[in-house]
């Protein structure tokens, strides 16, 4: 998901931006926000939102790609440690716990812009090009997730492994069980690899969590 090109230039004004667009892109949405209100809700100049970003759609695209990152760092969701982890459990069930905690995780940092870009993609072309490169995305990072699990677990469907992950991990779902349904974190985790092990015919065995961060 990560390792788009980022645009360098002034740090501190990038980070203030950035900062800036995740609250304005959900309210008043990213439709109505203009690069004025970017610039007024980042306290720099309108100059400076063009010189780092060029317009709005790179902003947008910035944020969703250092959300999913949680960091500076320029690695793809894929060659990151927690990828390696969960591929390298020798249970399926570990292997589910491992990437079920990052995909919280990352959720706790994306679900808002996600549906913030959801919305804005079905009036603008540059937000619905970016909504169906992340869906894409994140299929792939499932996809490659599943052939593992498939490896271990022979019997179980890779199209239904990740087709019901993409649904228990989207925006959507997080959204309602954990912010609007007030579900913990922890107990929302536990229900997707508990509804994903039963689905998938998975055998149930302890297994260690993984620890939170």
């Known amino acids: 998901m990560t390792g788009a090109t980022r645009i ?3 740090i501190s004004a990038r980070t203030k ?3 800036a667009a995740r609250r304005v ?4 949405g990213y439709a109505a926000a203009t690069i004025k209100h970017l610039a007024e809700a980042a306290e ?3 100059q400076s939102v063009y010189f780092v970003f060029g317009n709005k759609p790179s902003v ?5 790609d250092d959300s999913v990152s949680g960091d500076e760092a320029r690695v793809n969701t894929l060659d990151r440690p927690w990828v390696a982890a969960a591929l390298g459990a020798p249970h399926p069930l570990g292997q589910l716990r491992i990437q079920v905690h990052h ?8 679900a808002d812009i996600l549906l913030a870009l959801r919305a804005a993609a079905s009036a603008d072309e540059d937000a619905a090009l970016l909504w169906h490169i992340n869906r894409e995305q994140r299929r792939t990072v499932q996809q490659h997730l599943m052939i593992g699990l498939v490896e271990k677990a022979p019997t179980v469907d890779l199209e239904t492994a990740v087709n019901t992950a993409l649904s228990l991990s989207s925006a959507e779902t997080f959204t309602d069980l954990v912010i609007d349904a007030g579900w913990s974190g922890q ?5 997707v690899v508990d509804t994903l092990s039963a689905t998938l015919g998975l055998d149930r065995q302890p297994t260690s969590r993984p620890r939170s961060g």
């Open 187 to 191: 107990r929302y985790e536990e229900w």
């Open 17 to 19: 931006i950035i900062e």
């Open 103 to 110: 995909g919280r995780l990352i959720l706790e940092r994306t």
């Open 60 to 64: 947008l695209a910035a944020l969703l």
């Open 8 to 10: 360098t230039g002034d």
């Open 25 to 28: 892109f959900v309210n008043p």
């Open 44 to 46: 720099v100049s309108v």
